[in-house]
């Protein structure tokens, strides 16, 4: 069987291959039929992976140790759960997972833009193939999941397989890598329309339309992917925190970054024809970003706690982005009369400002995580020393960025295009603005005394307001004229115009979120060794450890705390941190209690023990449930601007109706 | 181009800035990751850097006393005595065998005094390319035996 699954993926690099030729000569020679074969070329490769993938899932389902894949990543005792998600649990299945996504794309585009894009499809599919390519080439000749295991030229079978790290057997496992892969792999699609629409000289930005929207599902995938892992490394690995700039963390966020900087100036594009230039080359650094993520989480050039293996395939990431790059600014440098501005920037105050601010800092944030993450890699080009640069690092300087930015989303929605008037900011902004500094001055008042929470809360007020605010004065536009209720006018108003009210829900999450990271210079500490019958204290909160226990099951040994828990005399429940041994894998886990209210976590963690003693990490974190929250309204968010806008609306500025032939004679 | 002026000097106060940010007290979060035979060779400048050591948890040489993780590391021959000292619980990943990444400053007692550790699985989840990983090797020969080729 497996000889099936490798032959199915030496087709598909086969057909990939003929997709492309046939795509461009067919094109180029103006055959349509030709160009025709290369999409169905393309659904072929979609069933021929599909046969491979689904070989491989099988095999990891039903235990098949005969092939090192599967030996090496599942194990008898693991639930049918888990031996799915070891598809992607080892560097070969996840090679294959990623083919599979990027040919399922591949037929998606296919299928969705024959109608209306008919003139870029035969670029699209050659483009796309080439990225199908060389992932085949990986999957059949570097690092193919169909390995069997073999003693001396004999096929021996393996009696149980090894299983997948319990640290990964956690439900997030399931879907965290999806989520991640979904993303990055779906920024081929746009990145393909964008190289399309410049090869075949397109005229107008129509091709821009479909793009936004490919960008825009890609881009909920990658952010719902980085924040799953967010998630899970709080909740799973005992110390509560839920960002530690480490390179895979880095590397899931670099393209995250360019793309919604590209989200946000294509906007500049559609309505005003500005920043054509920026916006290529934004796309495709968001895309050979994605590739140079998965290059930094197989290669091993940067130390990371995720470790995967040493791989041989750095070399090919390598040459792929090298060559992709080269080809990409040839094409830009080449085309570049036909990405002339339409406009020019005016006023500082006006929405193409904000625009060009906002994608600076983005960019620099993007530039900035890059630096850090490949630090050690630089210096030690440059200086023999192999320098690592630490979280604090980080935080000196994306909290700033972001706060920047947060400013940004509430001033850039409400700025004129072209020049704001004073009277607007008036009107737009006094509200929000006093308020604001109602809410710095009352936290000062208070007792705050750390700038950057006192900071990010205002700022968080100030855009909550301008967003409320629109809300409120548009949903009363429409009570005026069609007397609803205020709840019906706000879903006609979002309903209306989908884009730019989906567009501040996914705004008011990112407030939500930055309201969760602020509570985090008040977060508590304590580590306590405690006997049973001990009581100890945190913040408002009495522990009472009424019980240290401990057992055994078939796959682990494992010991607990029982802690009640009370705040200021009122009992509030038990709370049970526990550590596990794993036998089978010699790995250990701990299971985290966790009390999760709106104002903040109490977070107890079992550390170990000392002979009677057991040691308790105990921790409280306020406002962390307002990161998962503001999360969820995002991604909400991102779905109602998904939806089409009950008014249509027109992008093109430029129609072509024609073209003239023009002689011009040089006078001597 | 003078009507751009503004925008000019607001994108270079903004990147300005951030290079100012990015320099201050660069000193203080940079580590320099040594082998354990660079760090002998360091000599007393090991006692004022920060440092980050990489090598494989020795064996059974974790003893946890009075909240500090002392353990061995090993690279090659060559061994390093270190010491826990930072509040973080230890990952799960740490344990005898683990490849680990120990953050802190050589104590003039001669023991690493880590403020921070990383450990990542041991490498036998990770086979070379090529070749089972070790329990399966051992696994395959056991039953190659059982065909008695």
């Not at chain 1, 039929?33 to 979609?46: C, I, T």
């Amino acid at each position: 069987m497996e000889n099936i699954g490798a032959l199915a993926l030496l087709l598909a690099f086969c057909i990939s291959l003929y997709a492309i030729v046939s795509s461009v000569v067919g094109k180029l020679k103006n055959k349509p039929f030709l160009a025709l074969s290369g999409e169905r070329a393309v659904l072929a490769v979609w069933l021929l992976v599909t046969t491979a993938a689904g070989i491989l899932v099988y095999s990891l389902m039903t235990g098949n140790f005969q092939m090192a894949y599967v030996a090496s990543h599942t194990n008898r005792d693991m639930t049918l759960f888990y031996k799915f998600a070891a598809w992607w649990g080892g560097m070969e299945g996840s090679l294959l997972f990623w083919s599979w996504l990027l040919a399922t794309y591949a037929g998606v585009a296919v299928l969705t833009t024959r109608k209306n894009y008919r003139n870029l499809l035969p670029w699209v599919i050659a483009i796309i193939s080439c990225v199908q390519i060389f992932f085949l080439i990986l999957n059949n000749f570097v690092a193919s999941p169909f390995q069997v295991l073999a003693q001396d030229q004999v096929i021996v079978s393996a009696a149980d397989g090894q299983g997948l790290n319990p640290l990964l057997q956690y439900w997030a496992m399931v879907i965290h890598p999806p989520f991640l892969y979904l993303g990055y792999v779906g920024f081929t699609v746009p990145f393909a329309f964008a190289m399309s629409a410049l090869i075949s000289k397109a005229p107008g930005e129509s091709w821009i339309h479909t793009t936004r929207r490919w960008t825009l599902v890609t881009w909920l995938f990658q952010s719902t992917g980085v924040m799953l892992g967010s998630a899970w490394a709080y909740h799973v690995l005992g110390w509560g925190g839920y960002w530690m700039w480490d390179p895979v963390e880095n590397a899931s966020l670099l393209p995250w970054l360019a793309g919604t900087a590209f989200l946000h100036s294509v906007m500049m594009q559609e309505k005003k024809g500005m920043m054509k230039v920026w916006n290529m080359v934004l796309i495709s650094a968001t895309f050979f970003l994605c590739i140079f993520g998965t290059f930094l989480t197989r290669s091993g050039i940067v130390q990371s706690v995720h470790a995967f293996a040493d791989s041989p395939t750095g070399p090919y990431f390598v040459a792929f982005l090298a060559l992709g790059i080269a080809g990409v600014i040839w094409l830009i440098l080449d085309r570049l009369k036909f990405l002339r501005s339409e406009n020019e920037l005016e006023s500082l105050v006006s929405r193409e400002s904000s625009f060009l601010f906002n994608n600076l800092i983005l960019l620099a944030s993007c530039f900035a995580v890059l630096w850090g993450t490949l630090f050690p890699v630089i210096s030690e080009k440059f200086s023999t020393e192999k320098i690592s640069l630490d979280a604090a690092w980080f935080n000196r300087l994306m909290v700033p960025i972001g706060l920047f930015l947060l400013l940004l989303t509430g001033l850039g929605p409400l700025f004129a295009w072209r020049r704001t008037s004073i009277a607007s900011i008036r009107k737009n902004f006094q509200i929000p603005g006093i308020g604001s500094l109602i809410v710095a001055a009352a936290l000062i008042i208070g007792g705050m005394r750390y700038p950057y929470s006192i900071i990010s809360l205002s700022f968080c007020f100030f855009v909550a307001a301008t967003i409320v605010l629109e809300f409120f004065r548009g949903a009363n536009a429409i009570r005026e004229k069609s007397g609803a209720g205020f709840l019906p006018s706000v879903i006609e108003l979002t309903h209306r115009n989908t884009r730019r009210y989906g567009g501040y829900l996914v705004h008011m999450g990112i407030v939500i979120m930055f309201i969760g990271y602020s509570g985090h210079p008040f977060n508590l500490t304590e580590k306590f060794d405690v006997n049973k019958g001990d009581t100890v204290k945190i913040g408002h909160y009495t522990l009472r450890v009424n019980g240290l226990t401990e057992g055994d099951t078939a796959n682990y040994a494992w010991e607990a705390a029982q802690l009640e828990v009370s705040k200021d005399g009122e009992p509030l429940g038990m709370l049970e941190p526990s550590h596990r041994f794993y036998k089978a894998s010699q790995q250990s886990t701990s299971e985290v209690a966790l009390r999760s209210r709106l104002n903040e976590d109490l977070y107890l963690n079992y550390a170990g023990h000392e002979g009677d003693k057991a040691t308790i990490d105990a921790y409280v974190f306020p406002l962390v449930s307002w990161i998962w929250i503001g999360a969820l309204v995002l991604i909400g968010g991102t779905l109602v601007a998904l939806i089409p806008s009950k008014v249509a609306r027109s992008y093109a500025r430029t129609e072509v109706i024609g073209t003239v032939r023009k002689d011009v004679s040089v006078e001597a | 181009m003078h009507k751009y002026w503004k925008f000019g000097a607001l994108m270079a106060v903004i990147v300005g800035s951030l290079v100012w940010l990015a320099t201050a007290g660069i000193s203080s979060s940079q580590s320099y990751y040594k082998t354990i035979s660079e760090l002998n060779q360091m000599g007393t400048a090991a006692q004022t850097h920060h440092l980050r050591v990489s090598g494989d948890i020795k064996p059974k040489s974790i003893v946890k006393q009075d909240g500090i993780v002392k353990f061995t590391l090993v690279q090659d021959k060559l061994a390093l005595n270190v010491a826990y000292e930072g509040r973080d619980p230890l990952p799960d990943t740490f344990k005898d065998g683990s490849q680990a990444l120990a953050d802190g400053r050589m104590g003039p007692d001669g023991i690493f005094h880590a403020q921070e550790i990383q450990a990542k699985c041991a490498s036998k989840y990770a086979p070379k390319p090529g070749m089972a990983p070790d329990s399966i090797q051992k696994q395959v020969q056991g039953s190659k035996a059982a065909y008695g080729s």
